[in-house]
Each structure stands twice: as structure tokens, then as C-alpha cells.
């Protein structure tokens, strides 16, 4: 479909090239929208993106020990058999090389390159009433318009830097996992801090210790974590996924966090102490986010939970052989699950190792960065490195990180000055043409993120074919479709326990000044896709469109 604006004429002279559709980002999400609009519907679509190459959030996040928690064979687009087939997985739970290798794969295999602009940050984007055109800005200073932006920006991709009075004045070098360099930094000899102890601290410190002088662990929040059991997938493994990839996709589409496994319908409260104590015994030996689904009220009663919480506590006492730090790793101070569950490879044996030490940052606060190292309200510590693993301003950050401003020049940071206001997370009343891809209110994070993007995407790509159908230029949400679903998701959320982790980043607790809201939807994939369904299905009630 030609562009509606002809070639050279003066609007594309004054705001640049026209096209039916713009996306911001090149990740799963990005790479996946454009085949779908370009190649399903034959759009002008057009993708910015800031890095010099594909990857999102993967692109970025290159640390050591930088791994994927959602097993692989499930951790790939499942919309075409033919890549499934053709693509083989070397390990259960991938490294981000690995998986930087599969998306530059499909974006050759589909030809989706070349209609990609590289070294594109977007800094601004504007809707143009008289002309029902989003005008969209790079930090190049180009400007490009389109009818309908999409934001496929990530959940997790803006750095969440602490501001620590002092930091300018470090002489050593200082890093953030979300933005590491991509040669790599060499720990050899090096007196090491790491700073956070979330899912990528949790993967950094025992790939950091195992080559650094000394590793210092500044833990805030005391986290758990379960071993990945990760290993080499097996030929025989391999053929079966590629073999029941229908019953794979289908199983995924089903469970409520869109992972290959369901989840047990037994309570932990049903069985006896030893049988459940076996049954944990042989999840923990599994590994891996099938732990959760050990019992299917793990997430909804605090006494099932405490179950699990006091299971993982006991194995990390097991583990560390210090008893102090053991303490100090065991005292979490929220539900299981509530918060993101990482696991990992070998975290809480890194403590046991001469060159690890681990310090208690709600015992002793960081007062200052100085310039030969850490400065606690106990001690100094001497670092020649600072590793920030302190996660991102999720969700909400990435949107707000560019100004997007809809009708009648309204601010996106305004409309959500009070926490993140959509309908079912995929628009935002008062922006015309505006889908958010997991955005804030949809499942994104509390789920496997490619079944997520793809659910979205979908939508996206069969909202804009009904449209075009049927002769509608503009769709929005109605503000009072956007405040039910607000209400629904905090409905969701107060059903479960995960608002009772307080220092959860999915209610930004890890951001300062950040609105504590709980942001993701807690009901589910599979029930927020049918909810998904039948909105389209009645003519996407809860939007308004207009010729």
C-alpha cells in the first residue's frame, strides 16, 4: 500500500517520509510487528531503532552471565513452523549470544532489515490532529510521520541508574548491566563491587567471581532463587519440541504465565509435610521456573507460600556455609514468586568462595561513592570496579523516556503522572493511532515475553486490518474503558500476593519519586487473551473509531 502522501510533496519536505506505520524498537517485538504489517497486511511500515543492530532489550544486556529464564524451545516465535523447525537451541536456558544469533537469524530470514533505521533514538512524538499523523523525532534530528505508531520499546530497557552522591568522582570504572560494553570488561585482578541483588545480579556475581580479585555484594533486598539445572539440550530433546510444536504452542497458550508446563492443581496444603517436602525435593532438583508450578495456590495463600518461602530458605542455609551470610541471604522479607523469581547457576555457592564477601546494605545504607571506592554507614570498601545491577525503570520508564504527546498536545507524562493509566495495556485515551506493545496493564513481565509479544502483535496487526476494512482513520481508547481496566488490574493484582513484595520494581519501588503502582495484569495470559478476543470480537468495544 503506496503512502498516502505523494513523494516529494510538503509535508514530507516539512516532517519526512510518510509511512502507514511507524515502530519504535527492533526486539521480538519490533521484528515481529513489522513482518506482520509490512508482509501479512503489504504496509509502508518503517522501524527505529537506537542500537546499530537488532535485539531490544538483548542487545543491551550483555553481562556476564546474561541468560534467559524461560527455556528456549519455548523462548522463540512460534507464529511460523517453518522457524521453529529450522532453528536449533544448543541449551536449555540460552545465553544472550545465543539468543542474539536467533533474532539477527529470523530478521535475515524474513528480509526485515532493510526497512529498519539503525542508530535511531526517538526523543519525541507528536499526533497531528488535522492531518491524523503521528510525527515522530530521532535524536538525529529526522523526522519521520506515519498514521499509526507502535511502541515496541520493551518492558526492560531503561537503566536504572542509583543516584549515589559522589559517583562523578570514582576513579575506577563503574557499569550498568543494562548498558555493559559490548567488549566485554576484564574483572582479572580487580577488586569488584556489585551493587543489586535481583534475576541479573543473581547471574553476574558468579561469573564476576570467578575472575575478579575480590567480589563485594552490596544486598539491599535479600532475594530467592532456585538452581536452573541448566545443561545441553539432548538431539532426542530437540526432535521431540520440533515434533509437538502444536501441543507446545497450545499448552502455552493456556497456562496463565505462558510457559511449556502447566501447573499442578494440587494446594500445598493438601498434602502431608512429607509428602510435600519430597515434592519440593524433586522441583528444586528439576530446576527452573517449574518450581512455581510444584502447587497452584503458591501465589494466592500466604500459608501455601510460606511453604516454598521456608524451603528455600533452609536449601540456602543448606548451601552457604557461613552462617552470618547465610542470614543475611535468608532474611527476605517478601512472599515467594512475589517478586520476579530468578534463577540461576551457582549464586548462593558464590559465597562460599575466599574472594566473596557479601554486605548488608538495610543494616549498613550506602552514604557515598568515593573515588577509591564504597562508602557504608560501617565501612569503606575499596573497589576498582562498580558493577550496577540495579534493573531498570520497568515499563513505564521506556515510554516516558521519549515525549509522546496525543491530542491537543496532552503529555503522556502527565496522563500518567499518578502511575500508568491504558486499556488492557495495548492504548492510552487521548492518543489517537498509539498501540503499546506490553504495556503497562498487560501481562508482559508476569509472563513468558515472545507468547506476550505475540498475543500483541496479533491483535495489533488484526486491529489495523479491520480498520482498514472498514474505512476507520482513527482508534483510541475512551477514558472510561481505560479506568475500568485500571481497575481490573488492581482487581488482578489484590487477588494475589504479588503487591506485598514493597520493594517489587513491578510497583517501581525501585525507581525514586517512582508512583508505587502495581503494573503488569495479574489475571493470567490465557485469560487476558480471551478477554483480548472478545473485545475485537464486539467490534473493539472500549474503543472509539471514526472515519
Not at 535475515?108 to 515522530?136: C, M, P
Request: one cysteine or more; proline letters at 6%; hydrophobic letters at 40%.
Amino acid at each position: 500500500m503506496a503512502s498516502i502522501t505523494p513523494h516529494g510533496s510538503r509535508a514530507e519536505a516539512v516532517e519526512g517520509p510518510e509511512f502507514d506505520a511507524l515502530i519504535i524498537g527492533a526486539g521480538f517485538s519490533g521484528l515481529y510487528q513489522l513482518h506482520c504489517l509490512r508482509d501479512r497486511l503489504g504496509l509502508s511500515a518503517q522501524v527505529l531503532e537506537a542500537a546499530e543492530g537488532v535485539g531490544g532489550t538483548w542487545y543491551w544486556n550483555r553481562y556476564p552471565g546474561a541468560r534467559c529464564d524461560s527455556e528456549s524451545h519455548s523462548y522463540s516465535y512460534y507464529f511460523s513452523d517453518e522457524l521453529l523447525q529450522e532453528w536449533e537451541w544448543s541449551e536449555r536456558y540460552p545465553q544472550q549470544p545465543e539468543i542474539m544469533r536467533y533474532l539477527n537469524w529470523v530478521a535475515d530470514r524474513l528480509d526485515l532489515k532493510r526497512d529498519i533505521r539503525f542508530g535511531r533514538r526517538v526523543v519525541s512524538a507528536r499526533y497531528q490532529e488535522a492531518t491524523n499523523r503521528w510525527i515522530v523525532e530521532a535524536e538525529t534530528g529526522e523526522r519521520f510521520q506515519a498514521r499509526f505508531l507502535v511502541t515496541a520499546v520493551g518492558c526492560l530497557s531503561s537503566a536504572n541508574i542509583p543516584k549515589i552522591p559522589g559517583l562523578e568522582s570514582f576513579t575506577g570504572e563503574w557499569y550498568h548491566t543494562g548498558q555493559w560494553p559490548h567488549e566485554g570488561v576484564d574483572f582479572t585482578g580487580k577488586r569488584v563491587g556489585q551493587v543489586g541483588t535481583g534475576s541479573t545480579g543473581i547471574q553476574a556475581a558468579p561469573v564476576i567471581a570467578e575472575s575478579a580479585k575480590h567480589l563485594t555484594v552490596f544486598q539491599r533486598t535479600a532475594n530467592y532463587s532456585v538452581p536452573a539445572r541448566n545443561g545441553p539440550l539432548t538431539p532426542e530433546f530437540l526432535r521431540w519440541s520440533k515434533e509437538n510444536s502444536a501441543e507446545l504452542r497450545e499448552l502455552m497458550h493456556s497456562t496463565p504465565n505462558g510457559h511449556p508446563f502447566a501447573i499442578s492443581e494440587r494446594s500445598a496444603l493438601s498434602v502431608p509435610p512429607e509428602e510435600r517436602q519430597a515434592i519440593y525435593e524433586q522441583a528444586w532438583e528439576t530446576g527452573g521456573l517449574r518450581f512455581r508450578a510444584a502447587f497452584r495456590d503458591l501465589l494466592v495463600d500466604k500459608a501455601a507460600n510460606d511453604t516454598a518461602a521456608e524451603f528455600i530458605k533452609a536449601k540456602i542455609r543448606e548451601v552457604v556455609k557461613d552462617p552470618e551470610t547465610a542470614a543475611k541471604l535468608a532474611n527476605i522479607d517478601h512472599p515467594f514468586a512475589a517478586k520476579r523469581p530468578p534463577i540461576d547457576t551457582d549464586y548462593f555457592e558464590t559465597f562460599n568462595r575466599d574472594n566473596v564477601a557479601l554486605v548488608d546494605v538495610r543494616a549498613e545504607p550506602i552514604e557515598a561513592i568515593m573515588p577509591n571506592g564504597i562508602r557504608t554507614s560501617r565501612a569503606e570498601y575499596a573497589l576498582d570496579v562498580i558493577v550496577f545491577a540495579t534493573g531498570f525503570d520497568a515499563m513505564t520508564g521506556p515510554l516516558l523516556g521519549i515525549d509522546i504527546r496525543g491530542r491537543n498536545a496532552l503529555s503522556l507524562r502527565d496522563v500518567w503522572h499518578a502511575g500508568p493509566r491504558t486499556y488492557l495495556g495495548l492504548g492510552v485515551a487521548g492518543f489517537p493511532n498509539l498501540f503499546t506493545i506490553t504495556g503497562p496493564g498487560s501481562p508482559s513481565v508476569l509472563c513468558n515475553m515472545p507468547v506476550a509479544i505475540e498475543q500483541h502483535v496479533e491483535w495489533v496487526t488484526n486491529c489495523i486490518a479491520y480498520m482498514r476494512k472498514r474505512g476507520y482513520e482513527r482508534i483510541e481508547p475512551s477514558a472510561e474503558s481505560a479506568d475500568r481496566w485500571v481497575d481490573h488490574v488492581n482487581e488482578a493484582a489484590n487477588a494475589t500476593l504479588l503487591p506485598q513484595a514493597k520493594h517489587s520494581w513491578y510497583l517501581g519501588a525501585n525507581v525514586p519519586g517512582k508512583p508505587r503502582v502495581f503494573m503488569p495484569y495479574a489475571g493470567g495470559m490465557a485469560r487476558y487473551r480471551k478477554i483480548c478476543n472478545e473485545v475485537a470480537a464486539k467490534g473493539y468495544e472500549g474503543f472509539e473509531l471514526r472515519p
